[in-house]
């Protein structure tokens, strides 16, 4: 019979293998990793700001594009960047202090392959005064290879009243 000191205890084994858990928190990192670059990359997954408001819907017809326009340049790392032109009109009676548009890429098969929103009037360039037009340069390097070379689809997608 083995005899035990009334003061030893006895020896037990980790609950948790560290190694087990310095896999698993890896593989959670690159998962997560992985999710935040596909999701930020993915085309169908645009950042949507606020949507129009009733108002802002009703105001729309009020703003006039025109003059839009394409061009591809190669960049410095020998890449293209297309350039969209243009301007906007505010044939309205009221000051805007942001105006944002959403730019649609398709590729042959009217397939999104790129969608971004992006702000052509904003505090920092003044607004858009009743009756004033103001040029825009869009410019993107990040077009996917199966865009159909067309000029993108242009939507107004939030407009911000000034006072």
Same mark, same amino acid.
């Given at each position: 019979?083995?005899?035990?000191? @009334?003061?030893?205890?006895?020896?037990?084994?980790? !609950?948790?293998?560290?190694?087990?858990?310095?896999?698993?928190?890896?593989? !959670?990192?690159?998962?997560?990793?992985? /999710?935040? /670059?596909?999701?930020? /990359?993915?085309?169908?997954? !645009?950042? +949507?700001?606020?949507?129009?408001? @009733?108002?802002?819907? &009703?105001?729309?017809?009020?703003?006039?594009?025109?003059?839009?326009?394409?061009?591809?340049?190669?960049?410095?790392?020998?890449?293209?960047?297309? +350039?969209?032109?243009?301007?906007?009109?505010?044939?309205? &009676?009221?000051?805007? +202090?942001?105006?944002?548009?959403?730019?649609?890429?398709?590729?042959? /098969? !009217?397939?999104?392959?790129?969608?971004?929103? #992006?702000? #052509?009037?904003?505090?920092?360039?003044?607004?858009?005064?009743?009756?004033?037009?103001?040029?825009?340069?869009?410019?993107?390097?990040?077009?996917?290879?199966?865009?159909?070379?067309?000029?993108?689809?242009?939507?107004?997608?939030?407009?911000?009243?000034?006072?």
């Amino acid at each position: 019979m083995a005899e035990t000191k @009334p003061n030893s205890k006895p020896k037990s084994e980790p !609950a948790v293998n560290p190694v087990v858990v310095i896999v698993v928190g890896l593989v !959670a990192l690159i998962g997560g990793a992985l /999710y935040w /670059y596909l999701r930020a /990359y993915d085309p169908s997954q !645009a950042r +949507e700001g606020p949507a129009l408001t @009733p108002e802002a819907k &009703d105001y729309v017809t009020r703003l006039k594009l025109s003059g839009v326009s394409m061009k591809a340049t190669g960049s410095y790392m020998a890449g293209r960047v297309v +350039e969209i032109l243009g301007s906007i009109t505010n044939a309205g &009676d009221r000051r805007l +202090e942001i105006v944002e548009i959403t730019c649609i890429f398709r590729d042959p /098969y !009217a397939q999104v392959v790129l969608k971004r929103r #992006i702000p #052509i009037v904003s505090r920092r360039m003044g607004g858009l005064k009743p009756g004033e037009t103001k040029s825009f340069r869009l410019a993107f390097d990040d077009i996917p290879e199966s865009w159909n070379q067309d000029v993108p689809f242009l939507v107004i997608a939030h407009i911000s009243f000034g006072s």
